[in-house]
């Protein structure tokens, strides 16, 4: 009987057999190979020659259970698929990484990949033992001194080009102005939680908080420099382009070093990139424990509904660019080093701002590009919205409420932290 006419219990029963036999093998060799004294006794070189066996026919059907649950993983949209899968693939990679460490016959930077490959596509497991351990390897490399003589070329530039943008700013070059009305946004020094709650958050108004993020650590640490130091190996993904709406648009996994010199060091140098790379959007704190000791969750966010807070990193040159989208969560954008520009809509302005069709993937986003000189003549009902610019330097924390609409473009080299939460 072939394995299409196999009913659906019998296939998961037969799979689920499958996979334990097979982990039953890989911790037996992975037990041994951990454990060698049991091994030397007697004919410690017969079995030895044994367990090298053992672990390559572990190593084999690692391979072959990972490219089963790849697969899973790759079906779909990601938001729908079984966190089983995910968290199967890193117990995979966890076994994966323990055998060929411990029989030391692969290099590092490999096994950090490894590790960064599990926390990318997996699911924290065993007290997220994966980005302990590639932050361990991480460290074991000698080629600190290499990563910061690239990304010192990166910072000396960006503390001389910063520039005074909190005192004089005006509209980035590309962006186009719009004749509509322009509303102000409060900016309030450190508020207190009962100002916020009254003021801001209850009716969902956005403001600029000044020095609400001078006490994190990664206030005063955090350049380019520190960030290769800390995590220059490890892996991450990269967007390739001018925006996510563009068709060129595309991600690329490389290193932290390998952003940082490519992206990060031209934008500010004598030759500009031709594509622009941005670390959007990542839950690298996750994935680098390391640094969030570096920052603190705003205490504001203790005013939403659960504590379940959604921490993301936003690392990357001048000249990114997030196109006109609202989020359904509250958001504190936070501003660690560099300067963005942010432009603002309400929600009551969504119809002229053209959103995507619901039901497709860009339904939270705007047609219109604020940098197309005839954006106004495509989308004629733009020139009457009302929208508010905004400035955020170092140091400043922006909410932004549910369903505002948000624009955001980096002045310079910049590193963002967002919160959301309900």
């Known amino acids: 009987m072939g394995i299409e006419h196999v009913t659906s219990l019998q296939e998961r029963g037969l799979l689920n057999q499958w996979i334990t036999l097979s982990f039953n093998k890989i911790c037996t060799t992975a037990s041994t190979l951990l454990s060698p004294s049991s091994a030397t006794l007697n004919f410690s070189h017969i079995i030895l020659e044994d367990l090298d066996k053992q672990v390559e026919e572990a190593l084999k059907i690692l391979d072959i259970l990972q490219d089963f649950v790849w697969e899973k ?72 001194s290499t990563s910061t003589r690239v990304a010192n070329k990166v910072e000396k530039r960006q503390n001389t080009e ?52 001078t006490h994190w650590p990664a206030s005063s640490k955090w350049s380019p420099t520190y960030i290769v130091q800390v995590g220059g190996n490890r892996t991450v993904p990269v967007e390739i382009g001018s925006k996510y709406t563009a068709d060129d648009w595309t991600q690329k996994l490389m290193t932290i070093e390998e952003f940082v010199q490519t992206y990060m060091k031209s934008s500010i140098g004598s030759q500009v990139h031709k594509e622009i790379g941005y670390v959007a ?59 963005k520009f942010v432009r603002l809509f309400p929600p009551s302005e969504s119809q002229k701002l053209y959103p995507y069709e619901e039901g497709t993937m860009l339904f939270n986003t705007s047609q219109v590009d604020m940098e197309d000189s005839n954006a106004i003549m495509k989308f004629p009902d733009i020139a009457t919205a009302t929208y508010a610019d905004i400035l955020l330097t170092e140091g400043d924390m922006l909410y932004i409420p549910p369903k505002w609409w948000h624009m955001v473009k980096s002045l310079s080299p910049s590193f963002s932290v967002s919160f959301w939460f309900e």
């Open 162 to 213: 910063e520039g005074n943008y909190s005192e004089h700013w005006s509209l980035p070059t590309a962006t186009v102005p719009l004749p509509g009305d322009k509303i102000s946004i409060h900016i309030v020094d450190k508020p207190s939680l009962e100002y916020f709650n009254r003021n801001h958050f209850l009716p969902q108004l956005p403001l600029v908080l000044k020095n609400s993020i």
């Open 281 to 339: 959007q990542h839950m690298l704190f996750q994935q680098m424990p390391e640094l969030m000791k570096d920052i603190r969750v705003p205490e504001y966010c203790c005013l939403g509904e659960n504590q379940d807070v959604e921490i993301n990193a936003w690392f990357g040159p001048s000249g990114t660019l997030t196109p006109t989208h609202y989020d359904p969560k509250h958001n504190f954008l936070c501003q660690v080093f560099g300067s």
């Open 73 to 144: 993983l790759n079906i779909g949209h990601w938001k729908d698929i079984p966190v089983v899968w995910q968290k199967l693939f890193s117990l995979l990679v966890v076994f994966k990484v323990s055998l060929l460490a411990a029989k030391g016959c692969v290099e590092t930077p490999e096994v950090i990949k490894m590790c960064d490959n599990g926390l990318l596509m997996g699911y924290p497991i065993f007290g997220n033992i994966l980005a302990v351990l590639a932050q361990a390897f991480h460290d074991q490399l000698n080629c600190v």
